[in-house]
């Protein structure tokens, strides 16, 4: 797989792994909520989420007209689902793990509840958050150093507001141990990195955050990640 390494491009990058890219799909619902009449666009978006949204050590994915950040219902719980198609030996704990850590940070509750042979990762609607592997043929946002990818469906209102019903994580299949580098990245960082986009987060500046773009060895979440998710809840509980 050398030609994922790709010219001499990197260089400037050999310290660092890229957390993923901010993956946001919008599904517009018209007044009435009618499903019947879903309108929706799905746009990637490479970059750190919404630029001057959130505070010190973390910014917000996603803006709703109304202001506030774009999230899940208040203490909600959110149902998860696994395709193992791809997985590394030993993802169902690491699956776990990852989401135990998520939960324990905030008061949003993933919660897994199977397994699934689904691998719509790009285009999601409203339903269980999709975990699941994929190298880049399948997946091209996944070229290149990015690690995995991570994002939320939401319907947005009339008025502006608008919430979380659906989305994925997909994680790069050559992201640890064989890939990039002999030793790889860890995939439950990646997973905790990707599960806070889906409830929410972009990336941050602050390099000794979770939430940093490219990981260069953090492994645990930061004051500004736990900031952040403090924020996405006193906006989902009003
Ligand atoms: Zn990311």
Same mark, same amino acid.
């Given at each position: 797989?050398?030609?994922?390494? !790709?010219? !001499?491009? #990197? @260089?400037? &990058? +050999?310290? &660092?792994?890229?957390?993923?890219?901010?993956? @946001?799909?919008?599904?517009?619902? +018209? %007044? *009435?909520?009618? &499903? !019947?009449?879903v309108r929706r666009t799905v746009a990637a978006d490479p970059m750190d989420g919404v630029p001057g949204s959130g505070g010190e050590g973390y910014s917000f994915m996603q803006v709703a007209g109304d202001g506030d950040p774009v999230t899940w219902g208040c203490e909600e719980r959110i149902e998860v689902v696994v395709n193992p198609q791809g997985a590394p030996e030993g993802y169902a704990a690491m699956v776990e793990s990852a989401v135990r850590q998520v939960n324990e940070a905030s008061s949003f509750s993933f919660a897994v509840t199977g397994e699934t042979e689904d691998r719509e990762f790009l285009d999601r609607g409203r339903g269980p958050v999709l975990i699941g592997w994929a190298d880049e043929q399948e997946v091209p946002e996944l070229e290149g150093l990015t690690a995995g990818l991570g !994002? *939320?469906?939401?319907? @947005?209102? %009339?008025?502006? *507001? *608008?919430?979380?019903?659906?989305?994925?994580?997909?994680?790069? #299949? =050559? +992201?640890?141990g064989g890939?990039?580098?002999?030793?790889?990245?860890?995939? /439950?960082?990646?997973?905790? $990195? =990707?599960?806070? $986009?889906?409830?929410? &987060?972009? $990336? #941050?500046e602050q390099t000794?955050?979770?939430?940093?773009? /490219?990981?260069?060895g953090q492994d645990q979440l930061g004051a500004g990640d736990l900031a952040g998710l403090a924020a996405l809840e006193d906006a989902a509980c009003g």
């Open positions: 797989m050398s030609g994922r390494r !790709g010219g !001499g491009c #990197t @260089s400037v &990058l +050999s310290m &660092l792994l890229v957390l993923g890219l901010v993956i @946001s799909m919008v599904v517009y619902l +018209s %007044p *009435a909520l009618d &499903l !019947g009449n !994002g *939320a469906t939401y319907v @947005s209102g %009339p008025g502006g *507001a *608008a919430r979380a019903v659906g989305g994925m994580v997909v994680i790069d #299949t =050559e +992201s640890q890939g990039w580098f002999s030793r790889g990245i860890d995939q /439950e960082v990646v997973l905790v $990195h =990707e599960l806070i $986009h889906v409830l929410g &987060l972009g $990336h #941050t000794d955050q979770l939430m940093a773009a /490219e990981n260069g």
